[in-house]
């Protein structure tokens, strides 16, 4: 939300950060990142490119965050045929109903058919990225992300044998400002905890190697991306109590934060677990990142409703940002990009 509009860079561009980035370091494994870089509009020249410029180094390339569909492979493939790192999938939600309530409208069948492409074009190791945490979330979700690695592994095994690996990675939603979800609460550790261990249970004897977040370091997260003005005083009482590098795992001390809020008689949980009610003036509400609040109310209301919206960069769906930065589009000064035009009455498409 707060990175809108979609901006490109062009190839040339790439291939010169790519280049300078390369002779710089000396680094030889480049990861082309982005929200979906399939979506970029001259992707495959831009594969093209890549795979001429290095035909002759030992470079390892990337592409990370791919959509699930088989255009995704065929990119893959151009990639001089490097096999070995895996081929990662985003489904993010187990069920159908719960991905179509954060936007990511993907089909089981697309998503088997998808595995099962990559199984049979080479690919041994296949990543999944899960959240949990979701607003709405059941139990039915939690059994869905079991079941969808259960059938991703069984097809795995059934195309390559036992040489099919899975890796799941399981993280939990931190709702954050600026976005659609920035009024739900986040999840108690308590739950978080309880869904982790059904997940665990449930794959320990699959041979699926599966990693979780620690939800002490979610609530953090929590804290620190949801708090106002009063945070700043807990991270110095923090400070002050010893906490340093809490990135590190081995570094951070849960303790030591809760002893921090005591010390300035603040509860975490108003920060971390408080469904905060629409009407409700945000901490950061002074922020103004040119999306509007209200399109943020409508968007949470679509994914309530489990009703999902097109890519704007096909049509634009008035988030607000064209109007609080009419001076920079179309040749302003530093930046200039182009939303396609909006469609009077337009309706969220509905799915399910
Ligand atoms: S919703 Fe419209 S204005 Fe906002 S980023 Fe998308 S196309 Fe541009």
């Not at 950061?284 to 409508?298: A, P």
Request: proline content about 4%; overall charge neutral.
């Amino acid at each position: 939300m707060v990175n809108r509009p979609v901006r490109q860079r062009s190839v040339e561009q790439i291939i010169a950060a790519l280049d300078s980035a390369y002779h710089a370091t000396g680094i030889e494994e480049i990861g082309l990142l982005s929200l979906s870089s399939s979506d970029h509009t001259q992707i495959k020249s831009l594969v093209e490119a890549i795979n001429q410029k290095y035909q002759d180094d030992n470079v390892n390339i990337s592409l990370p965050s791919l959509r699930i569909e088989t255009f995704s492979l065929d990119l893959m493939d151009m990639l001089q045929g490097k096999r070995h790192g895996g081929f990662t999938l985003a489904p993010e939600a187990g069920t159908e109903r719960m991905r179509n309530a954060i936007n990511k409208p993907i089909s089981p069948t697309q998503l088997l058919d998808t595995v099962s492409a990559i199984f049979n074009r080479g690919w041994q190791t296949i990543k999944l990225y899960f959240m949990i945490g979701q607003p709405g979330e059941t139990e039915e979700d939690i059994e869905g992300i079991i079941a969808l690695c259960l059938d991703a592994l069984k097809l795995g095994r059934t195309i390559i044998g036992h040489k099919a690996k899975l890796h799941v990675s399981i993280g939990t939603l931190v709702p954050k400002p600026h976005t659609p979800f920035q009024w739900v609460a986040t999840d108690s550790i308590e739950h978080i905890s309880e869904k982790q261990d059904r997940i665990k249970r449930a794959l320990k004897k699959s041979g699926i190697k599966l990693m979780l977040t620690d939800p002490q370091a979610t609530m953090l997260e929590a804290w620190l991306s949801r708090g106002d003005r009063r945070i700043g005083a807990v991270i110095f009482a923090a400070w002050k109590r010893g906490a340093k590098f809490d990135a590190w795992q081995d570094q951070y001390n849960y303790q030591t934060w809760l002893q921090a809020f005591d010390d300035r008689s603040i509860d975490p949980n108003h920060y971390a677990h408080r469904i905060r009610d629409i009407d409700e003036v945000l901490p950061w509400d002074h922020i103004d990142s040119g999306v509007k609040k209200k399109f943020l109310v409508k968007e949470y209301q679509n994914s309530l409703d489990g009703i999902t919206r097109q890519d704007c960069s096909h049509q634009c769906s008035a988030c607000g940002i064209q109007s609080t930065y009419l001076e920079l589009i179309d040749g302003g000064e530093k930046i200039s990009w182009k939303c396609p035009p909006m469609v009077k009455n337009r309706s969220p498409h509905m799915v399910g």
